[in-house]
């Protein structure tokens, strides 16, 4: 897949237009640091209205609660955080020299690292843009976004405002299909955030590599729910189904197939279907529930659920409602009796659809989740602190909720990342200060120079007496 000539020489011109701006000023005052932020706040409280409106359009219909809630609200609130810490993150962090480097000073000064290449999905285009934008910012760098040639009513929104508050030796923002992403994440960026699928993922990761690019990769897998015997059905719903029904289910961290004890699939089905109702009742003309984003991703759903149903599962809809193909509208779809041989085991859903699964022990619970790749996130159904420490020490995953789902992404003081398959590194708060900063160590003498102690020849006596000091 190649991109015109042209394209590619726009998207080096851009980079290396940010780089001459970021060697001008390679490293932004707080104060400058502030103003960029304060006005990207003004910005998206004074765009709030075209931002929904176009994310609206983008999804044939999308909440505008449900955007305020997930796009606007996050940046606002990650803004505010990151005001009120930024003077501290700046500072140099003093460490100890040591009795063998004394007398001496070291401190670790933070650096911006210069340009960041930010790509952005399709699934919360605002906030997993400007979110990343704002951690460049905070740490001084300039940036490159790519959005999502999904969202095109979003990404005009988007860039109208983002033009408004920056030169584009500042923030660029690059639109175009597959061939235009697979040429971006290729230019030798000093930091590359991804957001986006694992298999997408490696195609970035490598090439990035070309350049030696540290990347940031933000990818998703299968996040599982356990519900304990402990755990009552109906309060296990409650809690887990607002992170299955948000934006549909096309969340990287939605809840992807849930493991409750033998026995208490129906009771679990029943509970959900009682509590879908109370929240949504019917979807079809329903403003508080969101469509699927296109087409494409509508039929590849209905396609994994007449997978499963081929090979022998029970599909009930939450609500007594037929799907809408017309708006693209899925009330969740309760799946028993799966495999790992259908599709819906297989890949991450991203959509209203909820496998769930019967266990003999929590061992075995443990076991399923462990038997499989690491998850972005992971959540425990328990108020038993034994088995909630269990389940912690006993799994790996990118992040966990306890008697919750989805909500530890909006802890603006908490990193949020990936691990193994679902990505690398950490953003958000200080850990995302720190991913798009070099932390430059730096060793400084005074005019005792102690290091000539063990500059050749060897073998002198107070060298031979360091030895013994130091080597026990």
């Not at 405002?161 to 971006?184: H, K, N, Y």
Request: proline content about 6%; aromatic content about 6%; charged content about 15%.
């Amino acid at each position: 897949m190649n991109m015109p000539v042209e394209a590619q020489q726009t998207l080096t011109a851009i980079l290396q237009s940010q780089r001459q701006a970021f060697q001008a000023d390679p490293a932004p005052q707080y104060s400058q640091r502030v103003a960029q932020l304060q006005a990207l706040k003004q910005a998206l409280i004074a765009h709030q209205d075209k931002l929904t409106n176009a994310l609206k359009q983008d999804y044939g219909h999308r909440s505008v609660d449900d955007s305020m809630i997930s796009d606007i609200m996050p940046c606002i609130n990650n803004i505010n955080y990151s005001l009120k810490h930024l003077k501290k993150w700046m500072q140099p962090s003093r460490r100890h020299a040591g009795l063998l480097l004394a007398p001496a000073k070291i401190k670790v000064q933070y650096q911006p690292v210069g340009v960041v290449g930010i790509i952005v999905p399709w699934n919360f285009p605002v906030m997993l843009s400007v979110g990343p934008l704002i951690t460049a910012i905070a740490a001084g760098n300039r940036a490159m976004l790519k959005l999502s040639e999904f969202t095109p009513q979003t990404n005009k929104a988007l860039i109208a405002m983002l033009e408004e508050v920056f030169e584009q030796d500042s923030v660029a923002v690059i639109e175009g299909e597959a061939d235009v992403a697979a040429a971006f994440s290729a230019l030798p960026f000093d930091h590359l955030l991804f957001t986006g699928s694992t298999t997408v993922g490696r195609h970035v990761m490598r090439a990035a590599a070309d350049n030696l690019t540290p990347v940031t990769l933000e990818l998703g897998g299968k996040s599982p729910v356990i519900v304990a015997e402990d755990m009552p059905i109906a309060t296990a719903v409650e809690r887990l189904i607002y992170g299955k029904c948000l934006n549909a289910g096309q969340i990287c961290v939605a809840p992807d197939y849930v493991l409750v004890p033998r026995g208490k699939t129906a009771s679990f089905i029943a509970a959900y279907q009682a509590k879908f109702t109370s929240m949504y009742g019917q979807v079809a003309n329903n403003d508080d529930y969101g469509a699927i984003i296109n087409q494409r991703q509508f039929d590849r759903l209905q396609a994994v659920l007449q997978d499963a149903k081929d090979k022998g599962a029970t599909v009930v809809a939450a609500s007594n409602e037929t799907q809408s193909a017309v708006h693209r509208k899925m009330p969740t779809q309760l799946i028993s009796g799966v495999n790992d041989d259908m599709l819906v085991m297989q890949d991450e859903i991203f959509g209203p659809i909820l496998p769930i699964i019967e266990y003999d022990g929590l061992a075995q619970a443990i076991e399923y989740v462990n038997q499989r790749p690491r998850p972005l996130a992971l959540y425990i159904m328990s108020f038993d602190s034994g088995v909630q420490q269990q389940i912690l020490n006993q799994t790996h995953s990118g992040g966990v909720c306890i008697n919750d789902a989805i909500f530890h992404v909006a802890a603006d003081d908490a990193p949020f990342g990936g691990i193994g398959p679902s990505g690398m590194g950490h953003y958000h708060g200080k850990e995302g200060f720190l991913t798009m900063s070099h932390a430059k160590t730096i060793l400084q003498r005074g005019k005792l120079n102690t290091g000539k102690i063990v500059h050749p020849p060897y073998g002198n006596k107070l060298q031979q007496m360091l030895m013994k000091f130091f080597v026990r």
